[in-house]
């Protein structure tokens, strides 16, 4: 797996970590800051191996370089110049290099972000999307589920790397209160012994209630029959 700018696929290398040739979904996520107009921003991008639960995460290397060596911050990444990225497998690198130098020459390279890109030799294609800060470098996360099998390549385009997540929604607690006051011998928590007993807790809780209301009409003037 190859995650770098379609423009510079001459120097693009695999990752360490590899998966099986097949047909994978490319998932491209896109979103737009509120209030504005623009086209969105592309905060990530992955590329789904298994459609399993990741359990995990871990950066994706190249040959010779160590995680380990990594400061707080600081990841490895690949480069971009052209503002866009992309993921393709390495078997069709060199065929995909010189397509996307035939699509340069003709149109403004721009246009690959509109249309898949596919080798006739070896089937390999790549579609390309916007990068999320434009030129820089950007790093891939390797997903792998609770097996140790990987379920996901994920390119972060760092749009939401210094955003701070919304507080979480605590639904209301409130309850409500009857106006009437509480029966002293409310027995609701605890279990009926018989059907006898069930009778003569509701019928105290029904006169509980008529007598309540028939003293409310009382102090407000009203007769009770």
């Known amino acids: 797996m190859i995650a770098t700018d379609p423009f510079l696929l001459d120097d693009a290398v ?7 040739p097949g047909d994978y979904a490319v998932l491209i996520a896109s979103m737009r800051w509120e209030g ?15 459609d399993k639960p990741t359990a995990g995460w ?6 010779g370089q160590d995680a380990r060596l990594l400061g707080a911050g600081e990841f490895f990444g ?21 397509l996307v130098e035939e699509l340069e020459d003709e149109y403004n390279e721009m246009d690959l972000l509109d249309s898949e890109l596919r080798a006739p030799e070896t089937g390999t294609n790549l579609i390309a999307y916007q990068s999320g800060l434009g030129d820089g470098s950007y790093p891939v996360w390797i997903g792998r589920d609770a097996d140790g099998e990987v ?7 760092l749009i939401l790397h210094d955003t701070d997540s919304l507080p ?10 009857p106006l009437t006051t509480s029966v002293t011998d409310d027995r609701r928590e605890a279990p009926f012994t018989d059907p006898g007993a069930t009778a003569t ?25």
């Open 14 to 20: 695999p990752f360490t970590i590899t998966v099986a």
């Open 36 to 50: 504005t107009d623009g086209e969105g921003e592309t905060p990530a991008v992955m590329v789904r191996i298994l």
């Open 58 to 63: 871990e950066p994706a290397l190249l040959p």
């Open 78 to 98: 690949f480069g971009v110049d052209a503002g866009m990225g992309c993921f393709l497998d390495a078997s069709g690198r060199e065929e995909l290099g010189r």
């Open 151 to 157: 379920t996901a390549f994920v390119a972060d385009m």
């Open 168 to 177: 979480p929604t605590v639904p209301s607690t409130a309850v409500y209160l």
């Open 201 to 225: 807790w509701m019928t105290t809780r029904i006169n509980h209630v008529i007598d309540g209301w028939a003293e409310h009409r009382r102090s407000s003037g009203f007769d009770v029959v």
